[in-house]
């Protein structure tokens, strides 16, 4: 389980989130959602220890991520953000640098087992055939599920994801994000991403957290959280939230100017 | 890889029977050892073996050194000398030579005052991209570049100000060679230059993360500010030695590191070895040309290392497909 409590961080005198508390039980799926500005990249990194808390803790099983080291907190979470770079690398080699975390400074070369994990998840990703390409290769797509391939072999408990489909188009948006939902069921890997699109989070997320202005603003199922009254205040943008009659999940219609105006 | 030593020992065999006298492979053994007399035994021992050592240790420095600070930067266009270190060198031997201090104190004045000077602005550029504890890489090199500027400034006022004489003394040095009358300096430039290249074995698992970006090797679980911190060091001292011992000698540092990608592939656990034969075998075979083809009289090397690593390398970028 991962554990949020009244974390503050942010830039210096600048930007600054604070009192951000909740939980991710284990095997739960939950996105971070909230307009551009209202902090959730600064949580992100507030969660990842790439920003050193002002206060607060975060708590996966217990144990305080950011009391660890680089390489024990790259053990226990992988992180896979909007794009990869290493455009010389194969896909094989670029997966098997998610054994890094449990290599030793002496230890030059890959195991055998290294392979096997490696390889595993690429299969697992549906990436193994790509194995010998070079990631500048690869298309969009293919590049976040080599990602996430890469963020499976860290072997973590926690998966963290930085808007994972936002240069995708639905196809590839729905191929990753099934796949994530996949792991998330398969695996019991606790998942948490940030995500734009509202629909794609009401529809793969078991519980959401949304931003605004530095704060949390609301957080929990997605019917309770993707409410037009929500979104109206947290977004200033008018909408109309609806439910998808076949996975009964919160869907969010936006009303154009002129249309609204037609009508009132 | 394996094909790069055997250029490196065709490097060395035909830089050791080449010359002035020109000696068979097949006579090198007797020429070669502890004890012996005449000239061709001179020859070997005292001129063109410590040349070759130089080479191979000054050619295997600046390509290992360029190979790192590429990798830590990720910027394909640095080199040793882009953070002002060869012109802190040099400014310090300008200063040496304009104030007479060889003279005065001894020859030995002008590695030390290349070695202080590089040292002064590998200083200088860490601690001005210092912030809160922290470095930045970015501001690091534009910092660097400016000091290279200012410093170039400076030379060219001391060159303006001063007597022929020392002007002819300065150029020539700034143009680099790999004639150096001492050997004791040349066995501790080896040395070094061997241990550099072990150290840098150490950090060979996280420059392969930063080929993937500063953020994404501290999420693979690098320490990538000790990493950058001690490596640039690394890199910097190197350099620092090379110019103090040989003066400038350009494009061995840019060249060879690219060449080495395109023919070993980025991944720094063949790439750093590769570089250092390279650059070596590199500036052996340049240094064998520079001194005979105008023989009895010698070529500035970085003549040679300019006109022949450009050249290569153009030819070689321009068939490859690869991207950097």
């Known amino acids: 389980m991962l554990q949020i409590e009244r974390l503050k961080c942010g830039y210096g005198d600048k930007f600054h989130i604070s009192d951000i508390s909740f939980r991710v039980r284990k095997g739960g799926f939950t996105g971070i959602i909230g307009p551009n500005g209202s902090g959730k990249t600064t949580l992100f990194r507030g969660i990842t220890s790439e920003l050193e808390l002002e206060k607060g803790h975060v708590l996966l099983d217990g ?4 009391e660890m080291n680089q390489k024990e907190r790259a053990q226990e979470m992988a992180i896979v953000t909007q794009e990869i770079e290493g455009a010389n690398i194969t896909v094989e080699d670029y997966v098997l640098m998610g054994r890094l975390p449990y290599r030793s400074t002496f230890q030059f070369f890959e195991t055998k087992e290294d392979y096997r994990i490696a390889h595993k998840y690429l299969e697992l990703t549906d990436v193994f055939h790509l194995k010998d390409k070079y990631i500048y290769q690869l298309s969009g797509g293919e590049k976040q599920l080599a990602a996430i391939a890469r ?13 994972p489909t936002s240069h995708l188009d639905i196809t590839h948006q729905a191929q990753v994000l099934n796949l994530i939902q996949r792991l998330n069921n398969e695996l019991g890997l606790t998942v948490l991403m940030i995500i734009h699109d509202l629909n794609l989070a009401g529809e793969y997320c078991d519980h959401l957290v949304m931003m605004n202005e530095g704060n949390m603003y609301i957080s929990g199922k997605p019917e309770e959280v993707l409410t037009y009254k929500a979104i109206e ?3 200033n943008t008018v909408v109309i939230a ?16 002129k249309v609204l105006s037609e009508n009132t | 890889m394996g094909a790069l030593l055997v250029v490196t020992l065709i490097a060395i065999l035909l830089s050791l029977t080449t010359g002035e006298i020109d000696i068979s492979v097949f006579e090198l053994p007797k020429y070669i050892g502890e004890k012996g007399d005449g000239v061709i035994y001179s020859i070997m021992n005292k001129i063109r073996l410590p040349r070759i050592l130089l080479g191979l240790a000054v050619g295997g420095a600046l390509s290992l050194s360029g190979v790192i600070l590429q990798g830590i ?10 953070l002002g270190i060869s012109g802190g060198g040099a400014l310090g031997v300008a200063l040496v030579i304009v104030f007479g201090l060889h003279h005065a104190i001894g020859s030995f004045m002008l590695p030390l005052a290349g070695f202080i000077g590089s040292l002064v602005t590998i200083v200088l550029v860490y601690s001005l991209s210092l912030r809160g504890g922290k470095i930045h890489i970015q501001s690091m090199l534009l910092i660097g570049v400016m000091i290279s500027f200012i410093v170039s400034s400076a030379m060219m006022l001391l060159m303006a100000i001063t007597t022929a004489d020392n002007l002819h003394g300065i150029i020539f040095w700034i143009m680099g060679s790999l004639d150096e009358p001492n050997s004791t300096l040349i066995h501790v430039t080896f040395w070094v230059s061997i241990i550099g290249l072990v150290v840098s074995y150490l950090f060979v698992q996280p420059l392969n993360a930063l080929r993937l970006g500063e953020a994404k090797a501290k ?3 690098i320490n990538t500010e000790i990493t950058i911190r001690i490596l640039f060091i690394l890199a910097s001292l190197l350099t620092g030695m090379c110019v103090a011992v040989a003066g400038v000698i350009g ?3 840019l060249i060879i590191p690219h060449l080495m990608r ?3 592939g980025s991944d720094y656990r063949v790439l750093l070895l590769s570089s250092f034969l390279g650059g070596g075998a590199f500036l052996i075979f340049s240094d064998l040309i520079a001194r005979t083809i105008i023989s009895p009289n010698e070529l500035p090397i970085g003549v040679i290392t300019g006109i022949i690593g450009g050249t290569v390398f153009v030819i070689v970028l321009s068939r490859s497909k690869m991207k950097f």
């Open chain 2, 73 to 82: 930067y990720r910027n394909p266009l640095v080199e040793p000398y882009t």
């Open chain 1, 151 to 163: 963020a499976l072999t860290q072997e973590p408990k926690l998966l963290l994801l930085d808007e």
């Open chain 2, 219 to 221: 999420h693979l679980g």
């Open chain 2, 251 to 253: 494009f061995v540092g």
């Open chain 1, 242 to 257: 609806k439910t998808n009659p076949l996975s009964k999940k919160p869907v969010i219609f936006l009303v154009s100017e």
């Open chain 2, 262 to 264: 395109l023919m070993v």
């Open chain 1, 233 to 235: 205040k947290v977004y």
């Open chain 1, 63 to 66: 144990k305080d991520l950011t």
